[in-house]
């Protein structure tokens, strides 16, 4: 995927649907939902740096991850959130097996640069649960796409949004509001593509 930056009145993100299990294979993953993935790591396969270096060991876990570009005039994220969750609704009954068979499920929101902020609704949150699916938050302003898959497949760790004192302690919700952006009603989400590198791009009228 080539590197873009935004513009002036774009911002840009990244949603992320990333599966962890112990046992499944990618191609596995991929047949079940139908979806090709962007990076994988299979489990027992030699561990190796982005480059193909060889590392020590073996992966403890499959790792499955597909990553969508989008690019829109508005700095929100939740509109084209709602449409991913939309289009994993049918995929239900694999997140459920998933989940109990010792497996994880995330959509992860990557932000790479510029400001972006939303909020998520009480019914958008009870659709992520009743799908198994955790939320995610990346933060990688200024680095490079390529180098933020690897590292994430390597590590899970998220970053924290909020006030200093919630993200030192790690505890308590955050909640970010814009302060200008045009009326819910405006919006016109897209659909999420059924290939991952698409770059979309989301307009208001």
Not at 62 to 69: D, Q
Request: hydrophobic share 35%; charged share 20%; proline share 6%.
């Amino acid at each position: 995927m080539a590197e873009q930056s935004s513009s002036a009145g774009e911002y840009r993100f990244f949603l992320d649907l990333f599966i962890v299990h112990p046992t499944l294979v990618p191609d596995q993953i991929t047949r079940s939902l139908r979806m090709e993935p962007d990076v994988t790591h299979c489990v027992g396969a030699p561990r190796r740096t982005p480059k193909g270096t060889p590392l020590s060991g073996t992966y403890a876990t499959t790792r499955w991850r597909r990553s969508t570009e989008y690019v829109v005039e508005d700095p929100g994220f939740a509109a084209e959130l709602s449409c991913l969750i939309d289009a994993l609704v049918p995929h239900k009954a694999f997140f459920s097996e998933l989940k109990a068979n010792g497996g994880t499920a995330s959509i992860i929101i990557q932000f790479m640069d510029g400001f972006l902020a939303d909020e998520l609704s009480s019914v958008m949150l009870a659709r992520l649960l009743e799908l198994d699916l955790s939320l995610g938050i990346e933060c990688y302003a200024g680095l490079p796409k390529s180098r933020t898959a690897q590292r994430v497949m390597e590590k899970t760790t998220y970053v924290r949004f909020g006030s200093k004192a919630a993200v030192r302690t790690g505890g308590g919700d955050f909640c970010s509001t814009p302060d200008s952006r045009p009326a819910a009603a405006q919006r016109q989400p897209t659909q999420w593509a059924n290939n991952g590198r698409v770059r979309l791009t989301r307009t208001y009228r």
